[in-house]
């Protein structure tokens, strides 16, 4: 007997038990990926002047994409390439994300820079590859692992993009009020999530007593 129409078309659209280990996997590596890039939005939000549309659509797609790009090349490259990088990708992340911190406290003196609410691209990709690289070893984790890119790519971007667009507009709302003190917030934010990388994989790094 064949089922009617609408059947077939429920178990199109019905989530098997079998999908939701592989969907909350997928989210859960989509919004720890997202946390440091949603950090710096925030930071970069509570810093920014003018419109919050343009700034947060920016701000959201520039690191949404560095995200799920990383995922992705430490998918295709593997081992050798996130192995390499594995060495000193701290230092990179704390190094740019330390001179983003203080060039932000900087402009604490002028925020002509950001009068129009849309941070620099050339900042956002410098912050992107910064909070970005520890997707690349995920991405190679599940090449191990035989795991599928397509979802977690997918849930990767969307929280990515929506969470720092989100977190960008909020830091907007709460820096309209005090513009000096929002750069220097905006600044140390920065300088603390670069020493937290650092000292989290230095500690990681250090051999058991």
């Not at 946390?35 to 690191?63: E, H, K, N, P, Q």
Request: proline share 4%; net charge neutral.
């Amino acid at each position: 007997m064949v089922a009617p129409r609408w059947q077939k078309q429920d178990r199109i659209v019905t989530l098997s038990p079998m999908q939701v280990p592989a969907l909350l996997s997928a989210l859960l590596i989509g919004a720890g990926l997202a946390i440091d890039s949603c950090l710096v939005a925030l930071a970069y939000g509570v810093s920014s002047a003018g419109s919050r549309l343009t700034g947060a659509v920016r701000v959201g797609a520039v690191f949404g994409v560095f995200q799920a790009g990383m995922l992705t090349l430490g998918w295709l490259v593997g081992a050798p390439v996130a192995s390499l990088f594995h060495r000193f990708d701290h230092w990179i992340a704390f190094g740019v994300l330390a001179t983003l911190g203080v060039r932000t406290i900087r402009e604490s003196e002028s925020t002509d820079a950001h009068d129009n609410g849309v941070p620099p691209l050339g900042k956002l990709v410098l912050a992107g590859i910064a909070t970005s690289i520890d997707a690349l070893a995920v991405g190679f984790g599940m090449s191990l692992g035989n795991g599928e890119l397509g979802l977690p790519l997918a849930c990767t971007f969307t929280l990515t993009a929506l969470g720092a667009a989100t977190c960008f507009a909020s830091g907007r709302a709460i820096g309209s009020h005090a513009k000096r003190a929002a750069h220097w917030i905006a600044g140390l934010v920065l300088i603390a999530l670069g020493l937290h990388i650092l000292i989290e994989h230095l500690l990681g790094a250090a051999p058991a007593v």
